[in-house]
């Protein structure tokens, strides 16, 4: 897929090239979350969370993916984290991908079908991830509470991505979210994933002196 994308994006200019990358990955990445949802067998912290609010809310999954960005927005003001066009897009555009993607997804049956929809899910949303980041037009919501929460008290990258998480996934689980295979699969398995794939969307969207200092 990635050789595929830049054969793509390879033509077109640099600011071109690097709003495609944005929403292509921000695209993906609710196209991705929707088939961890009908998968059924467990879901990354974050959209536990938004599951189980939708569930308590009577929301649909996207708009409450959209809310809870809005929200977290808020919580840049104290951490001075400033947004970018790829943070508005991020609050916006996954939201409603992931709810475009519900409307026509079909639910698998059986738990081999189920199971490969998870992996597929899991992989795309790596994919999305280095994309979207790889743009470097500003990190999602959720990326800048964890990199501002870090700047604000020395916590280093990781402490403060971990803390948050196990706090989201707690919530989540408490209001009903899918916890399950898919959740350890998801935490084992996105950050190599991510880390494989960024280079390349980096290389794409800057030249092939990118530096992984984009990283948000």
Not at 9 to 33: E, K, N, T, W
Not at 95 to 114: E, I, K, T, W
Request: hydrophobic content about 55%; overall charge positive; aromatic content about 6%.
């Amino acid at each position: 897929m990635a050789l595929y994308l830049n054969a793509i994006f390879i033509d077109i200019g640099p600011m071109l090239r690097r709003l495609a990358l944005l929403y292509s990955g921000l695209v993906l990445y609710g196209l991705s979350s929707a088939m961890m949802v009908r998968a059924g067998l467990g879901l990354d912290p974050w959209n536990a969370l938004h599951e189980g609010l939708s569930l308590r809310l009577h929301l649909s999954f996207g708009t409450v993916i959209i809310g809870v960005g809005a929200l977290l927005m808020l919580l840049w003001i104290p951490l001075r984290q400033r947004p970018g066009i790829g943070t508005i897009s991020n609050v916006l555009l996954i939201g409603l991908a992931a709810d475009a993607a519900l409307m026509f997804l079909p639910q698998p049956v059986s738990l081999a079908a189920r199971a490969g929809m998870l992996v597929a899910a899991v992989i795309l949303n790596g994919i999305a991830s280095g994309m979207y980041i790889g743009a470097g037009l500003g990190p999602g919501p959720r990326d800048g509470l964890m990199t501002g929460l870090a700047g604000r008290t020395g916590w280093s990258i990781r402490r403060a991505r971990t803390g948050i998480e196990i706090l989201v996934l707690g919530f989540g689980w408490l209001l009903g979210g899918t916890i399950g295979m898919g959740t350890i699969l998801y935490a084992l398995a996105i950050g190599m994933i991510i880390d494989m794939t960024l280079p390349l969307f980096q290389a794409m969207a800057f030249g092939a002196s990118a530096k992984t200092s984009v990283r948000a």
